[in-house]
T-cell receptor
């Protein structure tokens, strides 16, 4: 079965700084990859997805992610973080039938 | 636009009590899912329903049962609650299949004493 590792449990960045959240996956075939964001007390909201084609995908709220097959990675980036980006971020990988989530990375934004 | 609606939002149970968590979606999605979220473990799939009339076990099904009542509704039942089932439960839906983007409800926070 597929699996996901998010190496960073908690990251703190200053407002206006750039952000990169790491995600590594394990799956035998070409995966379907996702990033979700969760604000406190809320469900998960889809930021972006990769199915095939261009390996750099754009999402909502100014986020982008790059699929690197050679590194089994799908890192999430944002050039300039806003205070409202403080949340928990989940990477997910899907095969044919189900989706597996990473443990999440909590992002704190300093003023 | 309601999307995925879960009830209740909060619940406290005693060990051994039973409870059904309700979920309904208004997006005409075929597939529905139940997850639990525990600190440091992300979301783990309990059960899913690929289409109306079918249900399958996920990663952590023990202690739970599900019913896909119709295309809109997918309920999760705890027959005899245990403290280990204290968690936040999320329902989700997708157009068809587990590899499609999923839409989530706001969760049910369940505490079992």
């Amino acid at each position: 079965a597929q699996s996901v590792t998010q190496p960073d449990i908690h990251i703190t960045v200053s407002e206006g700084a750039s952000l990169e959240l790491r995600c590594n996956y394990s799956y035998g075939a070409t995966p379907y990859l996702f990033w979700y964001v969760q604000s406190p007390g809320q469900g998960l909201q889809l930021l972006l997805k990769y199915f095939s084609g261009d390996t750099l995908v754009q999402g909502i709220k100014g986020f982008e992610a790059e699929f690197k097959r050679s590194q089994s990675s799908f890192n999430l980036r944002k050039p300039s973080v806003h205070w409202s980006d403080a949340a928990e971020y989940f990477c997910a990988v899907a095969g044919n039938n189900d989706m597996r989530f990473g443990a999440g990375t909590r992002l704190t934004v300093k003023p | 636009n309601a999307g995925v609606t879960q009830t209740p939002k909060f619940q406290v149970l005693k060990t051994g009590q039973s409870m059904t968590l309700q979920c309904a979606q208004d997006m005409n999605h075929n597939s529905m899912y139940w997850y639990r979220q525990d600190p440091g473990m992300g979301l783990r799939l309990i059960y899913y329903s690929a289409s109306e009339g079918t249900t399958d076990k996920g990663e952590v099904p023990n202690g739970y049962n599900v019913s896909r009542l119709n295309k809109r509704e997918f309920s999760l039942r705890l027959e005899s609650a245990a403290p280990s089932q204290t968690s936040v439960y999320f329902c989700a839906s997708s157009t068809s299949g587990g590899n499609q983007p999923q839409h989530f409800g706001d969760g049910t926070r369940l505490s079992i004493l």
